[in-house]
């Protein structure tokens, strides 16, 4: 599959703060060091942004300006010209995303692939007690890539054999056939950009290959496969289509030397510095790479070049040329006309392939058979190196796992038909993010195409849509529907809708769009985590633009064609306000446009609707004073207008803590640190640890829900999470499960339920996402037992519902307070006793929470901070946003 994945940001740990109210370590993802360059984050493309008014996705970030990673292979030599490699985006897997965090880093590679060599039988001239301390392992023998590369195949032909064809079957024969060192060059290729050139000379792999010209030779080779054709061919609309067919004879690797035969491609190999030369001797001008292309492609067209009257004659640059014909499995054609062709480019080819030395690139139809095999066996058509490698550190760390069952079901797909329909939605799904989110501003051309491939596969969505409700009402009996859901066609064709009810409010086709979205309520199967957004855009359409399109009223007055539509409307968001599947960070707006619709159409006081009891508070407002530390940079200075210019991390003083030397000043701390000192010194405790302290809740209230039997969403014995757990497919598997563990907590069992959970599980410290064992067990007891239960419950529902988009926008410092007893009731710690329902409700029966944002000069609220406050506030729990001044300002060198 094409890999242009999306990166999700990850949410800051928990940060230490002091000696008495901090933790001691941080989650896990948060400490991974990726050999990435971040640009930018952004939701996966389940994840809505809820707080737009305007047409949905219309705020997705596109993927050129998502979290970019260049992952050049070490094997590669660095070169400020090189250009064959295009950033890649990369994000966590499915399979990431649940297993422990190890570490992945060069060393512990090392230590793998030492600890495998030391179980190998020794050679006669080298031990295994040597090569381990010599920390060397036997060469053509022991490789993590090798090792992981053959686990993921091994195990879908064990378990899934059914989906590849006789053909397909012969090719992982031959593979196995191979040496070791032509499979460990193929792997570290294989991770690499798909479809590239990599120059030989620079596959700097002398360290584990000890004959690269004889592993490129291997997989050059041409190799026989029987003439069967599988029956369960797809018939594609696309005009790439499954083009990726098996050759006969085929070669895990191309040949330059009869695979290059146009001047574009070979001109494209080249550096800048390596185009100028050869322009330089061609006579031919130009600036930039691209102009150079240009010319000498022109000019090559109007020269015959030495070669068209034979005397020049282009040989194998891997051997004779015999030889790199039998070797190559795309020959040239040998017509005269062909040859003709092909001399007129022979000269500059040949000039081409002198300077560039030998090349190899991977055989694209291999590649992509390859691409499949790991789609089946990581459930994802998303992958990476360290998707490879963890899974296999994941087995050797020496973790304890929760109790789950592991149910590794052969029946994701349950033909080859419905595993090779699955890709092609998968590249039908990619073309329309190309146009929509790769190639800038589509334009009205890009929107017809959009619409193109929705008429080409909206007949089939529809079929799969009664499909799979007959399945849900007749076949699956143990909820395995939903994670399986997302390996159906049907779920990226009805992305592709989503994305077509886009392109069609875009275009203005109010009509046609509440149609597509009318069509996607009415089924509950896929993407149910969007079902509020299309709740509010049918509802906008309906009170807005509806009235103009609907026939039954041509000719009618308009006010009343206004008043049916906008009852229409008041019905939506009633429907979507009792609907169970959409989520509680979508009914405040569906709240306020009803209230609204209600006093348009006039609707009786009594009759209309009262949100009083969940009316949103706005936040508090609080200011902390303290001492800025700034450096004396006078380059900062004149950035900035002030010493040390703007930053977006200030550095203060900790006046309010106990100095960490005896005789020393204040701590320098974070701006959050120094807001948490003000408020311990009004009586409150805390942390500093944004999503951090709210996941560990999570995972303590949710530990026997999390792990509970559900098939297909433990796939291995490693895993700290369900599979779906990043999905919208948890929530509605597990809806009465999550529902009665919710109705416990409301009703004031959180305690209970956490200090059972420690209890049987701490000894162990099990392995489990968002666990932080280092919160101390006596402070979350007590945040607990101060929280009120219902708004306890009302952040864990949002946290159950999208686990994935919610961890992100916490407030940085929680905060409680505990009542020492019914009479300290006058202070500010018990002033939420004196309060009104409404505003006592953050309180326990044994105090009281906040949350607080801190904010610095300059520092404003994102949109994910902003969910969080609607979330919080709507549930009746106290925040505030602390805006930290400096009252002085310290300068030092």
Not at 598 to 618: S, T, W, Y
Request: charged share 30%; net charge negative; hydrophobic share 35%.
């Amino acid at each position: 599959m094409d890999r242009f994945v999306q990166r999700t940001r990850k949410p800051l740990a928990a940060k230490p703060v002091n000696s008495s109210l901090k933790a001691k370590g941080s989650e896990g993802p948060a400490a991974k060091k990726i050999k990435i360059e971040e640009v930018k984050a952004s939701d996966d493309d389940d994840d809505d942004d809820v707080l737009s008014q305007k047409s949905f996705d219309e705020n997705e970030t596109p993927p050129s300006a998502r979290s970019v990673a260049f992952l050049r292979d070490e094997g590669e030599e660095a070169s400020d010209d090189y250009d064959g490699d295009l950033p890649v985006l990369q994000h966590q897997t499915a399979f990431e995303s649940c297993l422990p965090e190890v570490r992945i880093d060069k060393e512990a590679i090392e230590e793998y692939e030492a600890l495998r060599s030391s179980q190998a039988e020794p050679e006669p001239s080298d031990g295994a007690a040597s090569r381990l301390e010599s920390r060397q392992w036997v060469r053509g023998k022991s490789s993590i890539y090798v090792d992981a590369f053959n686990l993921a195949l091994d195990t879908v032909l064990e378990d899934e054999a059914h989906l590849f064809d006789e053909r397909e079957k012969r090719v992982f024969e031959h593979w196995r056939q191979l040496t070791y060192e032509a499979q460990y060059l193929y792997v570290r290729l294989f991770l690499r950009k798909t479809a590239t050139w990599h120059r030989v000379e620079r596959l700097k792999y002398h360290n584990d290959i000890s004959d690269v010209n004889q592993a490129i030779s291997d997989l050059q080779e041409a190799r026989d496969l029987p003439s069967e054709v599988s029956g369960d061919t797809l018939e594609q609309s696309s005009e790439d289509g499954q083009k990726w067919s098996l050759p006969e004879p085929f070669a895990f690797a191309d040949d330059s030397d009869f695979c290059i035969t146009t001047m574009d491609e070979a001109a494209s190999l080249l550096s800048l510095d390596e185009l100028k030369t050869l322009a330089k001797e061609a006579k031919v001008q130009g600036k930039t790479k691209a102009e150079l292309q240009r010319e000498l492609c022109r000019t090559s067209a109007r020269q015959s070049g030495l070669a068209a009257v034979g005397l020049l004659r282009r040989s194998s640059t891997m051997g004779s040329e015999a030889n790199s014909r039998n070797s190559s499995p795309s020959r040239r054609d040998e017509s005269p006309d062909s040859r003709q062709d092909a001399n007129r480019n022979a000269h500059f080819l040949t000039k081409i392939l002198a300077i560039t030395g030998p090349l190899i690139r991977l055989s694209e139809p291999v590649f992509k058979l390859f691409e499949r095999v790991h789609l089946v066996f990581y459930r994802s058509t998303e992958w990476t190196e360290k998707s490879l490698t963890t899974i296999i550190l994941a087995k050797i760390s020496r973790r304890n796992f929760p109790e789950y069952i592991v149910c590794r079901s052969s029946n994701i797909f349950e033909s080859r038909r419905h595993l090779l329909e699955f890709e092609h939605s998968m590249r039908q799904e990619f073309e329309v993010d190309k146009v929509l989110e790769f190639n800038g501003p589509p334009g009205e051309k890009g929107f017809q195409k959009v619409l193109d491939i929705f008429d080409s596969i909206s007949t089939r969505w529809r079929e799969l849509l009664k499909e799979e409700q007959h399945k849900e009402e007749k076949v699956y009996e143990f909820g395995e529907g939903a994670y399986l859901r997302r390996f159906n066609a049907a779920h990226a064709y009805t992305r592709i809708a989503h994305k077509a009810a886009y392109v069609m409010g875009r275009l203005h086709r109010p009509k046609e769009e509440h149609a597509l979205l009318t069509e996607f309520l009415s089924q509950r199967l896929f993407h149910p985590a969007r079902r509020g957004s299309w709740y509010q855009r049918k509802a906008l359409l309906e009170e807005h633009y509806m009235w103009e399109n609907d026939p039954n009223f041509a000719g009618a007055d308009p006010d009343v064609a206004k008043k049916h539509w906008r009852r229409v409307a008041l019905t939506t968001c009633e429907t979507a306000l009792e609907d169970r599947d959409c989520h509680l960070i979508y009914h405040y707006d569906l709240q306020k446009r009803l209230l609204k619709l209600e006093k348009r159409l006039r609707i009786p006081r009594r009759l209309q609707h009262d949100f009083g009891h969940v009316k949103l508070r706005q936040p508090e407002e609080h200011t902390v004073e303290g001492t800025q530390v700034v450096r004396n940079d006078p380059f900062g200075a004149r950035k900035g207008g002030r010493p040390g210019g703007p930053s977006t991390k200030t550095i203060w003083l900790d006046e309010l803590s106990e100095p960490p030397e005896e005789g020393g000043g204040p701590a320098k701390v974070s701006v959050e640190e120094m807001c948490l000192s003000h408020y311990k010194s009004q009586g409150w405790k805390g942390y500093h640890a944004e999503g951090g302290i709210l996941r560990t809740l999570f995972a303590y209230l949710f530990f026997d829900v999390l792990f509970i039997y559900i098939p297909n969403v433990f796939q291995t014995a490693f895993q700290t999470c369900p599979l779906d757990l990043h999905t919208d497919a948890f929530y509605p598997t597990r809806t009465s499960e999550i529902n009665h563990r919710l109705v416990e907590i409301a009703n004031g069992e959180a305690e209970q339920i956490l200090r059972r959970v420690h209890e049987r599980e701490h000894e162990r410290k099990t392995c489990m996402v968002g666990l932080n064992w280092d919160f101390e067990i006596s402070d979350l007891l007590e945040l607990v037992a101060c929280f009120d239960g219902g708004a306890l419950a009302a952040v864990c529902k949002v946290m159950a519902q999208d686990y994935k988009s919610r961890g992100a926008g916490v407030p940085d410092l929680v905060l409680w307070r505990p009542f020492k007893n019914d009479e300290e009731g006058d202070g500010e710690g018990g002033e939420g006793k004196k309060r009104g329902d409404e505003e006592g409700k953050s309180k326990g029966p044994k105090g009281e929470v906040m949350f607080a944002e801190v904010k610095s000069a300059n520092d404003r609220l994102s949109d994910t901070q902003r969910l969080w406050i609607h979330v919080l506030t709507g549930a009746g729990v106290r925040v505030a946003l602390c805006n930290a001044v400096a009252r002085d300002v310290k300068v030092v060198d």
